[in-house]
């Protein structure tokens, strides 16, 4: 299994930008990995069309091939049970909002990724019609912690500007393949950038 972990590791440095591009070297940096360990999962990535390996030596993803979105889909939800593993706050909203799960989807963003601090609020986005107040209410009330809740019917209703904020930082609580895909669909069109 250490194969797919590292595979997943590499393709979770991509979740907040599509279009980044790595130098191996990048990558052993971030990864705190010799690039001896890193580039024969690197190179089975390009083997498999998900990585590309341009003429600067530069890795990026092959959003042409469709399979790389089950990648980042796998990335996107190891992602969250690391979070969830970590930040007592967070995992206790998953807890509340998942009687919610069927009918709406939910994304952390903002401060909140990077960890909660004393003091600050977790900003969540909602999307469906499901109203969860009750529950935000519940969560505040108990936890003694701010939640600022942003709740639409559909990502497509979303301001541009504001998806290229949760997209440069979040994390996706559920339904990550319809977040993926909407974020992929926008990347493609250049309009994520």
């Known amino acids: 299994m250490v194969n797919k972990i590292t595979k997943i590791e590499i393709i979770k440095l991509f979740v907040f930008d599509y279009s980044k591009r790595f130098y191996l070297a990048e990558l052993e940096k971030i990864l705190k990995k010799p690039h001896q360990t890193i580039k024969p999962y690197a190179e089975e990535l390009v083997k498999e069309g998900i990585l590309v390996r341009n003429e600067r030596e530069e890795y990026l993803l092959n959003m042409k091939n469709k399979r790389v979105y089950e990648y980042i889909i796998i990335a996107e939800k190891e992602k969250l049970l690391e979070k969830l593993a970590k930040d007592v706050y967070l995992s206790g909203l998953f807890e509340k909002f998942s009687i919610f799960f069927r009918k709406s989807l939910f994304i952390f963003f903002g401060s909140a990724v990077a960890g909660i601090k004393k003091g ?9 019609k499901e109203n ?21 019917e559909s990502l497509e209703e979303l301001d541009l500007r504001f998806v ?19 974020f992929g669909e926008l990347c493609e069109k250049n309009k994520l950038v």
Not at 120 to 128: A, F, R, T
Not at 132 to 151: A, D, G, M, R, Y
């Open 164 to 182: 290229k904020e949760i997209y440069k930082n979040h994390i996706i609580i559920n339904n990550t393949d319809q977040v993926v895909y909407f």
């Open 120 to 128: 600050s609020d977790i900003d969540v986005l909602v999307i469906g």
């Open 132 to 152: 969860v107040s009750k529950t935000v209410k519940e969560f505040e009330e108990i936890c003694n912690k701010k939640i600022h809740l942003i709740q639409r």
